[in-house]
C-alpha cells in the first residue's frame, strides 16, 4: 500500500486562480514529519515545507498555505493567486520516526501547470 | 554553501558501459542519500549513508549497482553494467542530524539515458 497518495496527477489552472493539490499519508507512527517539494521544469527538488505531526497549525507563507488534518490524515497545499512560476511537479513526502527519520518516503507527484 | 553537487549532470551512455555517478554533500552533513526518479515508479530511496557508513541499501534494484562514501564530503554511485531500464534521473541529498528533525536538501540530479 502506497504510504503516500497525491491522487492527482495533473492540474491545469489559468493564472491567478487558488489550486490545492491534495496529499493523504498512511502510517501507525504517532510521530512523523511531512514535507512538500517543488520540482520545477529544470529538474532540481526544491524543498517548501516541514512539519511535524504535533503541530496541526496551518501555515501560510505568502502565496502558499498549508492544510493539516490528522483526523484525515491529509497535508494539503494551497497556492492562491496562481503565477506561471508556479508550474511544476509538487511532491508530498513522509518521514516516520520507526524509521529514525531516516528517510523520505515521496508520493508520485502533481503536475501544476499554470497558464497564462 | 553551494548545495548538494552532482556531476554528471547528464549521461548518456551505451548499454554494457560501466556509469559512476557522483556527489557532493552539503559540508556538515552526515546523512547522504541517493534516489532515483522514473515516471513509473516516482522517486524511490536507493541507499543511504550515517557518517559515510551504508545504513539501508534495500532500494538498490540489483547487484549491478553499487554505491561508496570513502569519505563525509564524497559518493559515488555506480551501475555496471548499466542496462537501458536504468535511464533515469538520479539524486543525491544530504542531511544533517541534531535536536530535531532536518529536512534533506537534494542536489540537481544527473539525467541517465542507457541507449
Known amino acids: 500500500a502506497q504510504k503516500v497518495t497525491q491522487a492527482q496527477t495533473e492540474i491545469s489552472v489559468v493564472e491567478k486562480e487558488d489550486v490545492t493539490l491534495d496529499c493523504v499519508y498512511e502510517?501507525?507512527?504517532?510521530?512523523?514529519?511531512l514535507f512538500w517539494y517543488k520540482q520545477p521544469p529544470s529538474g532540481e527538488l526544491v524543498f517548501l515545507i516541514r512539519?511535524?505531526?504535533?503541530?496541526?497549525q496551518n501555515e501560510i507563507s505568502g502565496r502558499y498555505s498549508w492544510n493539516f488534518q490528522k483526523s484525515t490524515s491529509s497535508f494539503n497545499f494551497t497556492i492562491t493567486a496562481s503565477q506561471v512560476v508556479d508550474s511544476a511537479v509538487y511532491f508530498c513526502a513522509l518521514s516516520e520516526a520507526s524509521s529514525g527519520y531516516s528517510t523520505l518516503t515521496f508520493g508520485k507527484g502533481t503536475m501544476l501547470l499554470v497558464s497564462p | 554553501d553551494a548545495g548538494v553537487i552532482q556531476s554528471p549532470r547528464h549521461e548518456v551512455t551505451e548499454m554494457g558501459q560501466e556509469v559512476t555517478l557522483r556527489c557532493k554533500p552539503i559540508?556538515?552533513?552526515?546523512?547522504l542519500f541517493w534516489y532515483r526518479q522514473t515516471m513509473m515508479r516516482g522517486l524511490e530511496l536507493l541507499i543511504y549513508f550515517n557518517n559515510n557508513v551504508p545504513i539501508d541499501d534495500s532500494g538498490m534494484p540489483e547487484d549491478r549497482f553499487s554505491a561508496k562514501m570513502p569519505n563525509a564530503s564524497f559518493s559515488t554511485l555506480k551501475i555496471q553494467p548499466s542496462e537501458p531500464r536504468d535511464s533515469a534521473v538520479y539524486f543525491c541529498?544530504?542531511?544533517?542530524?541534531?535536536?530535531?528533525?532536518?529536512?534533506?536538501?537534494f542536489g540537481q540530479g544527473t539525467r541517465l539515458t542507457v541507449v
Open positions: 559540508s556538515g552533513h552526515d546523512y
Open positions: 541529498a544530504s542531511r544533517a542530524s541534531g535536536t530535531g528533525f532536518t529536512e534533506a536538501f
Open positions: 502510517t501507525r507512527d504517532t510521530t512523523y514529519y
Open positions: 512539519r511535524n505531526s504535533f503541530d496541526e
